[in-house]
């Protein structure tokens, strides 16, 4: 059984997208005629079995999110069929939740518990997380005296205290500075080892044919180009 | 698919809407007392001196019985209708239940509602009028109010995503509603043909009860409560419907 399926899949989005003024909304009634639409993808299909690691590279607008959001359930396909069996913990933006005015401690809470975290596994995992975020005495004060560094470093701290079975990243490990890196890539391979899936949107070639066994180039929303790391990495810099 | 803790969730975002709205205020907690009293002093002002005839006995007690549950209302409808939006970038990234947004702010404002009690029950005893046994319907009317917003809450803040307007117009209702339930005025000013209308309202109907058990000391009368019982629970299982229904579209319009 695939951990991840897709299958024909087509994502479009409303040209006007979004909520709506009241003034648009009734226009649009009105008028009634289809408004235009945009395929943020287009007729992509591909698996990923258990253990399996993928790597989604793209420019800007390719659809990469669009992807990871259907993986993480966020929204439906508009056409085709997509197929999800695990825990899926997206680290699509790091720090979802977390608020200035509350103390780096109650944030860990906070979130923990929107991540989909049990409050005896929060409790248990508390002193876990604080070590590794590496913030000390400052979790006591609220999170508006933080560096942005900080800040990233306590909210990958708790991400990774998820334990899913598909970890989705996306682009968030620029965080802290070297050495915290490097703990995340630490963490990461860990994971990997586990025998668990990674879903991974990087720019890093080097990261992405260390950690990733498989790699699928999306342009416009299409599948450009699938295969190992190193071969779609090699065709996506040759076509710049 | 989310497995996380409903609990769990549901008072972490109660207590960080309560802390939030709080921390960074020199008189913190206390606005949540000073507030009603404020409105309550100006009103009694414009009773006793500009519209002497409106004046009730025991008045500071008959204006709370209305202020303290409009108030409540008025807040918890306001802010429930734009805690989706304001969720904005956890729907955007995370699958935990949307139904808790809304929820979760409406009783964040009963940590508030609490105070207010409070002030309403210091005010009754303050003013002579004892404890009598129909107290015992407080809890219970109180709770078909929470169940009327949370209805209400649900509904408009899963509207308001599709069409903004929605936060104002909820607003602008609020505003009228102020007029039309029964606060500075006694329910046997209004004329005949309403009185049962106004039952049909359970901000109103509220009200009534209140002033029935607290002001009067008199049991609510049954036909009143059963149809704050009934438009309360009707507006929840719309609410929950309206809101299950929309909820699906809520990430392609945001």
Known sequence: MPVIEFQNVSKCFSRTGGSKLLRVFLKEQLQKRNHEVFYALKDVSFRVEKGESLAIIGSNGAGKSTLLSLVAGLTLPNEGRVEVNGKVAALLELGTGFHPDLTGSENVMLNASILGLSRKRAEECYDAILDFSGIGDFIQQPLRTYSSGMVMRLAFAVAIHVDPDILIIDEVLAVGDQAFQAKCFDRICEFKKAGKTLLFVSHVPEMVKHLCDYSIWLEHGQVKASGTPGDVLDAYSGNG | ?254
């Open chain 2, 1 to 254: 698919m989310w497995t996380g803790d409903y609990s769990f969730v549901l008072s972490n975002l109660v207590k960080k809407d309560f802390k939030v709205r709080y921390r960074n205020m020199s008189l913190g907690v206390l606005w949540s007392v000073l507030n009603p009293l404020v409105t309550m002093g100006a009103l009694a002002f414009v009773f006793t001196k500009i519209f002497p005839a409106s004046k009730e006995p025991h008045e500071s007690v008959f204006l709370l019985c209305g202020l303290v549950p409009f108030n409540f209302f008025a807040m918890a409808w306001n802010t429930g209708t734009s805690s989706l939006m304001e969720s904005y970038s956890i729907m955007k990234r995370v699958t935990v239940p949307r139904e808790l947004f809304p929820i979760a702010t409406v009783l964040g404002n009963c940590v508030h509602l609490l105070i207010q009690i409070g002030i309403l029950f210091a005010f009754t005893l303050g003013s002579g009028l004892g404890v009598n046994r129909y107290w015992i319907w407080l809890p219970y009317v109180w709770l078909m109010e929470i169940v009327f917003v949370c209805g209400l809450a649900m509904a408009t803040s899963a509207i308001n995503i599709y069409i903004r307007d929605t936060r104002y117009v909820v607003e602008s209702l609020n505003a009228v509603l102020f007029y039309f339930v029964p606060i500075f005025y006694s329910h046997d000013r209004i004329p005949k043909q309403f009185t049962e209308l106004v039952h049909y309202n359970p901000v109103a109907a509220l009200i009534l009860a209140l002033r029935n058990i607290l002001w009067k000391g008199i049991a609510p009368p049954p036909d009143l409560l059963l149809r704050l019982t009934f438009c309360s629970v009707l507006t929840f299982v719309a609410g929950f419907l309206i809101f299950r229904r929309l909820k699906a579209g809520f990430f392609d319009h945001m």
